[in-house]
């Protein structure tokens, strides 16, 4: 591919017009310039004789041969010159002789010449192209280095700018978060003061009502007596400390009831938030309210007290002591700082005003109404300490959140900055390198520019050092009239073998053949070569390791992507096959993130709530699938999830064979019987909530096959909470009698929670179930919902209200659902002997009746 033709072929496609055909050089050449050629060859100048021949010969042609001697001269002194003897100087064909010999070496000399012209001028086009190309390649790789990181560095500059803006805007949600939050958990930290400061004062008050013993030191309240006439005249006696005063009139129209207690009264009125206050008011009219439902029976009073009409000096007086605040004295163990407030002197007697009248006070209600308002501070309380803990929490991780998304935002600035340096840097050296390969290009195409014009000069030159040497000898023989036929040897075309090696500098041969043989013309040339091929570095193919496992998916919903990776174990070099892709990703987690939850299958029917009466099955359906982001999912209580069918429709008194009042259960239950043993109660309705307890335990054991246990817990306030019995002992009806009034406040939480815990000693194998027969309001009816709430759960929760003063809203509240299953409300205490209420009690509590 380098040699001859194909070598002329290449030289030809580019300097067609400096390579000159044999042809072009032969029509060219005349004797003269062909003699004047020769005679300046190296060999014609290191053989005189033949210059002297030629010149002999071809004297006439003197004028094409400028600068020699005469043709007489050289006539003269060829022969001379051409013998090398001193004799007789050879003429005719005896000097053609050794001049043809001389001029065929020549032609040999000249061939070879051309051959290795040929021959460096192929290889050295051939590693010239290959380098040229190599820049070219390694130019366009730098410039695409160099617009690639361009682009990066106008990535990072527009990420850089983007953050620039960002972070201060979040520095600024932060601040302002802080602000709010300082603010907002300050205004809440001073209700929680203010309130607790109203809660010690309201325990202050408590501890001051004393109404088991009058004569002990602080009590300020008379005492109740039980259960004879010496104690209701005591009561009486102590009108002046515990009455309450209720006027229309005050506080703007919107009216005030207050105790006539100097030293209360004060304390009540330096309460400071408007929950204090209102719970306060709250209960001190329902306190008036009791005693003006007195006589309606309930309490077993036989007559009625409508109060007694003030005057207006008693009006103003007591204005007076409505008006005083608590002063601060020393510190008591509670931490109050309380001084009896001055009482001023009792007023003269006047006209008695409809205004204003005094109501006789009972110490226990009074007590139970302040411990109602002790519990509905105590919500309070608890709901702005819960407020406080959210607040905080919320503060605390929005604050973790905000400086994590700065530290974020900062760490993102530093690495756009960084990248941003490192593709300038690429960038400025990309440019460079391409610009001083391309400059190296450039003289790399001049270098070979030169050399190939040169080698063009030289294969002329060479070719016509041929033909001038084939025509002066042929025009020797021709003046000398000789026909005589020279054949100059002639060879094929070069026949290149398959080199040794594919790259990495091989080997290869070159052969040719004689076409013709000489006869006295030029002898052959070599017919064997060996060059070097494929000197170009072998290519090196990338290698590539395994790939890793997938990532974890970067989005648990909405579209995430995950990714494996795998190593270059040897890089590509030398135009060798470029790496494949090294990193592979992929979508995942493409489910939308506002799912909604997929539910289960529907349960089976469960038990019947009641035994009779129409009671409710239900069944249920669970979650199979959480809801996610935005999605919804119903409430377990929702119809979608829960649905009732009526049951064991045919009512309680059917059931009933004739002779006998109450349903007998025959289901094995562990029953827990609360009592409310509050003061709100009164003694009537305590006597009627005993009555109620009793026939319910002689119910539940009557049938003898039954196997039913019955506990009884008495509550009151939580220092006054008592188990009577417990589920492994049983409960009888003497039980039941042996409980006495604690005419105290109404835990009601405690004591669901009590019931709660009383079930670790249940057996696994019986229904629990717990009846509550209540007459007031919880003291904390925050705690109570919650204590419910556990309670049903592990147990089945029924509610017996009992009076007109029940809660029945709250209860309504905590009670399950279907709430006709799991409430029996006596309206009137006399109504809890009814036969039908009862029968009603022992069908919602036992699933098998008879």
């Known amino acids: 591919e380098a040699l001859s033709a194909n070598m002329d072929g290449t030289l030809e ?41 030629i010149r002999a010969r071809l004297g006439r042609h003197g004028a094409a041969l400028r600068g020699h001697r005469s043709a007489s001269l ?35 000399e000249a061939s070879q010449k051309l051959d290795l012209s040929q021959i460096t001028c192929a290889k050295f086009h051939r590693n010239q192209i290959m380098l040229m190309q190599e820049a070219t390649r390694d130019v366009s790789s730098f410039n695409g280095q160099a617009a690639s990181a361009r682009a990066e560095v106008l990535e990072a500059q527009s990420k850089i700018g983007m953050l620039t803006d960002k972070i201060p805007q979040v520095e600024g949600e932060l601040a302002e978060h802080r602000r709010t939050c300082r ?41 109740d007596v039980e259960d004879d006439a010496e104690d209701d005249d005591d009561e009486d006696a102590g009108m002046d400390e515990q009455s309450l005063v209720a006027c229309a009139q005050c506080n703007g129209g919107r009216g005030f009831v207050m105790l006539t207690n100097a030293e209360v009264q004060p304390l009540i009125n330096s309460l400071q938030s408007d929950v204090a206050r209102g719970y306060v008011q709250e209960q001190l009219k329902t306190a008036v309210g009791d005693d003006d439902q007195d006589g309606d029976g309930e309490d077993g009073d036989s007559e009625e007290d409508d109060g007694v009409a003030l005057t207006e000096e008693q009006v103003k007086h007591m204005t007076v002591i409505m008006q005083t605040p608590a002063k601060k004295g020393n510190a008591s163990d509670d931490g109050l700082r309380i001084e009896p407030a001055p009482v001023p002197p009792k007023p003269v007697d006047c006209a008695p005003t409809s205004g204003c009248r005094l109501t006789k006070g009972s110490c226990g209600r009074l007590r139970d109404r302040f411990l109602l308002v002790e519990g509905g501070i105590g919500d309070r309380l608890d709901e702005l300490t819960g407020r406080l803990t959210k607040l905080e929490h919320y503060c605390e991780q929005t604050d973790t959140s905000l400086v994590g998304q700065l530290a974020s935002l900062g760490d993102q600035l530093r690495e756009a900055q960084t990248a941003l340096a490192a593709s300038t840097k690429t960038q400025i050296e990309s440019e460079s390198q391409a610009a001083l390969r391309g400059r190296q290009h450039a003289q790399l195409k001049k270098e070979f520019t030169g050399t190939m014009t040169q080698c063009c000069s030289e294969q002329n030159e060479a070719r016509s050092e041929l033909c001038a040497l084939t025509k002066i000898r042929g025009e020797l023989y021709k003046m000398e009239g000789a026909k005589v036929f020279i054949t100059d040897c002639a060879v094929s075309e070069w026949v290149v073998s398959e080199c040794t090696r594919p790259c990495g500098r091989g080997s290869r041969q070159l052969r040719r053949t004689v076409t013709v043989a000489p006869n006295g013309g030029a002898a052959c040339p070599p017919l064997e070569a060996t060059e070097e091929c494929n000197t170009q570095p072998c290519p090196v193919d990338c290698k590539l390791g395994a790939w890793s496992g997938w990532s974890s998916c970067s989005a648990r919903c909405g579209g995430g992507v995950r990714q494996r990776s795998r190593h270059i174990k040897v890089p590509t070099k030398h135009n060798g096959e470029p790496c494949e892709r090294t990193e592979e990703a992929e979508a995942c987690n493409v489910q939308s993130c506002n799912r909604n939850c997929v539910l289960g299958a529907w349960s089976s029917w469960g038990t019947c709530s009641k035994g009779c009466g129409s009671g ?13 982001g935005t999605g919804r999912c119903p409430r377990p209580t929702h119809g979608s999830r829960r649905k009732f069918k009526v049951c064991n429709q045919l009512p309680c008194s059917q059931l009933l064979p004739r002779g006998r009042d109450y349903l007998q259960c025959t289901s094995k239950l562990d029953v827990i019987l609360v009592v409310d043993s509050s003061g709100s109660l009164g003694r009537y309705g305590w006597a009627q909530s005993k009555k109620l307890a009793d026939i319910l335990v002689q119910a539940f054991l009557a049938e003898k096959d039954a196997d039913i246990k019955v506990a009884l817990l008495e509550f009151s306030s939580r220092r006054k909470t008592k188990w009577i019995t417990h589920l492994p002992g049983g409960t009888s009806e ?6 006495r009034w604690f005419r105290s406040g109404t835990a009601t939480d405690q004591a669901l929670g009590m019931a709660q815990a009383e079930f670790v000693y249940g057996r696994p194998d019986a229904s629990p179930v717990v009846l509550v027969i209540t007459d007031g309001k919880p003291s904390s009816a925050r705690r109570t919902l919650q204590a419910s709430r556990s309670l049903q759960k592990k147990a089945k929760l029924v509610w017996l209200p009992i009076g007109r003063r029940a809660p029945v809203g709250l209860i309504n509240k905590m009670a399950a659902t279907p709430k006709r299953d799991h409430i029996v409300r006596f309206r009137d205490f006399r109504l809890m002997s009814d036969k039908n209420l009862i029968n009603s009690v022992i069908g919602a509590t036992c699933p098998a009746v008879k």
Do not use: W
């Open 13 to 53: 496609q580019e300097f067609g017009s400096m390579l000159k055909s044999k042809a072009e050089i032969e029509a060219s050449m005349t004797t003269e310039h062909a003699a004047e050629m020769v005679l300046v060859l190296n060999g014609t100048r290191h053989a005189p004789q033949l210059a002297a021949l």
């Open 74 to 108: 050289v006539q003269d002194e060829a022969p001379a010159n051409m013998s090398g003897t001193g004799g007789k100087a050879p003429k005719g064909y005896e000097a053609l002789a050794p001049a043809t010999e001389m001029l065929n070496s020549m032609m040999q």
């Open 183 to 223: 603010s907002e958990i300050s205004t809440l930290k001073f209700q929680i003061g203010v309130v607790t400061r109203d809660l010690g004062i309201v325990r202050k008050i408590l501890g001051m009502v004393k109404c088991d013993d009058a004569k002990k030191p602080g009590a300020l309240l008379q005492a």
């Open 616 to 628: 409710k099955s239900v069944r249920t359906r669970a979650v199979k699938k959480p809801a996610l």
């Open 734 to 739: 003497k039980d039941v009698a042996g409980m």
